[in-house]
C-alpha cells in the first residue's frame, strides 16, 4: 500500500525514449548534403549491410516501420504456402495462423491484413513468450495450420530453437518478429535469424531508433529484391509504370535510415545500459514478494528493452479492469500493478502495463486461444477456481513495466526502487 510520499522529478522519466548521440546528424546531413532525399541512397543501402550483419542473416530490407516489415514477411508466407491471390483477396484469406498472445498487436495485424484468421497460443512461465506445449496442442486441434507468427517480449529471448523445431515437424513456416529483441541471442545465435522470415524495428520506443522504420530479414536473395519491389509500389522493369501485381509505399527514406546508421554504433552500449538497469531492479528488489522478467542465464542473451516484473499472488491486493479503467482497493503489506504505475507516476516517471493479450482485446474476442493443455478459452481467474492457468491473463494482471529508459542515473532509479519498495509496505 503506497503511503509515503516522495519528490517528484523535475524531468520526465520515460519507460524508453530516444537515445541520440551525434553520428545520426552527420548521416542525415550527408542525406541532404548530396540530395538523396527520398528512398535510395548510401544509408538505405549502409542500414541494409549492417542490419543484416548484426542480425546474422544474409539479406536486410530497409522498410517504413517493423509492422510493414512483418506485412511483407506474412505476404511471403502466405503466397508460398496459398499462391499468389487474385487481386483485392489476401495471401491467406480464411486460413488459420498460429500467433504470440501476449505482444504488441503490430505482431498480429498483418495475418488480418491478408484475410488471415490468428489462432493465440498461450504464453510459458519460464520465458513470458509463446509455450512450445501449447504450440504443439494447437496443431493437435488444427492439424493443417501452416504459418506461426512469433515475437520475442521485451527483449528477452523466447524458446525459439524448440518452437522452430515444432514448425518443422508439422511443416509450417515460421515468422520471428525481433522488433523488441533487436541484438538478443538464443543459444548464441541472433534473434530474427531462427524463422523463415524475420523483422526488426527502429521505432522511437526501440533499443535503437530511426523515429521510425523497420527491416525484413531473409537469407533467400529473392525474397529480399522482391521485397524491394513491392515495397516500392511493385514496378516491373519497363519504361514507364508498368504493373503486374499490387504494390506498397513501404520503403525506408534515406533521412531515416541516417539515423539508423547512427545508431548502430551505439546498439551494444544501449544494451549495456538496459542490462544494468534491470539487473539493479533484481538486485533492489530481491527480497520483495515478485518476480523480474525470467531468462535463461545459459542460453538466453537478451538485450533487456524493459524491465519487467510481476507480484507474487499473495501480495497482490484486489485490482479490477474493465476495457478502458482500472480500479484496486489499497491494502496494507499488499500491492498491484496499478497502485504501482500510480505510484511511479506521480514522481514523475511512466511505467506501463504488460501487453493486454491479444485474446483478450475485444478485436480478437472470437478468435480460439489454446493454453498448455489444449483447451480453448480458458477461464478467468482458473488459478483460484481450480483448471486450467490463463498465464497470458495473469501476468498481464500481476506484471508491469518499469521505467527503462538508458539515460536512467542510478539516483534517478534508486528513487524509482524506493517508490516501488514503499508500494509494499
Ligand atoms: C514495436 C513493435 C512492432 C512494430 O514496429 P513498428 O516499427 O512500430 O511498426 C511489432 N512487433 C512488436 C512486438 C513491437 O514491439
Given at each position: 500500500m503506497y503511503k509515503k510520499k516522495f519528490e517528484a522529478f523535475d524531468k520526465k522519466i520515460y519507460l524508453a525514449s530516444p537515445t541520440m548521440h551525434g553520428e545520426e546528424m552527420q548521416y542525415i546531413k550527408e542525406a541532404f548534403d548530396t540530395n538523396w532525399l527520398s528512398t535510395v541512397g548510401e544509408n538505405v543501402n549502409e542500414v541494409e549491410r549492417i542490419c543484416a550483419e548484426k542480425a546474422e542473416v544474409k539479406n536486410a530490407v530497409a522498410l517504413s516501420c517493423g509492422t510493414a516489415a512483418i506485412h511483407l514477411c506474412v505476404k511471403f508466407a502466405g503466397e508460398r504456402l496459398y499462391g499468389k491471390p487474385a487481386?483485392?483477396?489476401?495471401?491467406?484469406?480464411g486460413k488459420r495462423v498460429f500467433c504470440t498472445?501476449?505482444?504488441?498487436d503490430a505482431t498480429v495485424n498483418p495475418v488480418v491484413y491478408e484475410g488471415g484468421i490468428p489462432v493465440f497460443i498461450d504464453t510459458d512461465r519460464e520465458s513470458w513468450n509463446m509455450d512450445p506445449n501449447a504450440l504443439e496442442k494447437a496443431f493437435e486441434k488444427y492439424p493443417d495450420v501452416k504459418l506461426v507468427v512469433f515475437a520475442h517480449l521485451y527483449g528477452f529471448p523466447g524458446k525459439i530453437d524448440v518452437i522452430s523445431d515444432i514448425c518443422k515437424k508439422h511443416g509450417a513456416l515460421l515468422i520471428e518478429d525481433a522488433a523488441e529483441s533487436m541484438g538478443a541471442s538464443y543459444k548464441g545465435k541472433q534473434t530474427g535469424s531462427f524463422g523463415d522470415y524475420g523483422a526488426v524495428s527502429f521505432n522511437g520506443n526501440k533499443i535503437i531508433t530511426g523515429s521510425t522504420g523497420g527491416c525484413l530479414l531473409t537469407d533467400d536473395k529473392e525474397v529480399a529484391d522482391k521485397a524491394r519491389k513491392w515495397s516500392t509500389q511493385?514496378?516491373?522493369?519497363?519504361?514507364?509504370?508498368?504493373?503486374?501485381e499490387v504494390g506498397y509505399n513501404y520503403r525506408m527514406s534515406n533521412v531515416v535510415a541516417g539515423i539508423i546508421r547512427g545508431q548502430y554504433l551505439h546498439l551494444e552500449e544501449h544494451i549495456a545500459q538496459k542490462k544494468a538497469i534491470y539487473e539493479r531492479y533484481k538486485e533492489a528488489l530481491k527480497d520483495l514478494p515478485i518476480q523480474m522478467i525470467p531468462f535463461d542465464e545459459k542460453i538466453c542473451s537478451p538485450n533487456y528493452w524493459l524491465s519487467a516484473l510481476v507480484i507474487d499472488k499473495d501480495a497482490m491486493c484486489k485490482q479490477v479492469r474493465s476495457d478502458n479503467e482500472a480500479l484496486y482497493i489499497a491494502e496494507e503489506g499488499k500491492t498491484c500493478p496499478t497502485e504501482i504505475l500510480e505510484a511511479i507516476s506521480s514522481v514523475n516517471a511512466e511505467g506501463r502495463p504488460i501487453w493486454k493479450p491479444m485474446h483478450m482485446q475485444p478485436m480478437y474476442r472470437m478468435n480460439d486461444f489454446i493454453t498448455v493443455d489444449g483447451s480453448g478459452r480458458a477461464r478467468t481467474n482458473a488459478y483460484i477456481e481450480g483448471g486450467v492457468e490463463d498465464i497470458g491473463e495473469d501476468i498481464f494482471n500481476r506484471g508491469l513495466c518499469l521505467p527503462s529508459d538508458n539515460k536512467m542515473t542510478t539516483e534517478v532509479q534508486d528513487r524509482i526502487i524506493e517508490v516501488i519498495r514503499a508500494c509494499f509496505e
Open positions: 487481386i483485392g483477396h489476401g495471401a491467406l484469406e498472445d501476449m505482444t504488441f511493385a514496378r516491373e522493369k519497363a519504361p514507364w509504370y508498368q504493373h503486374e
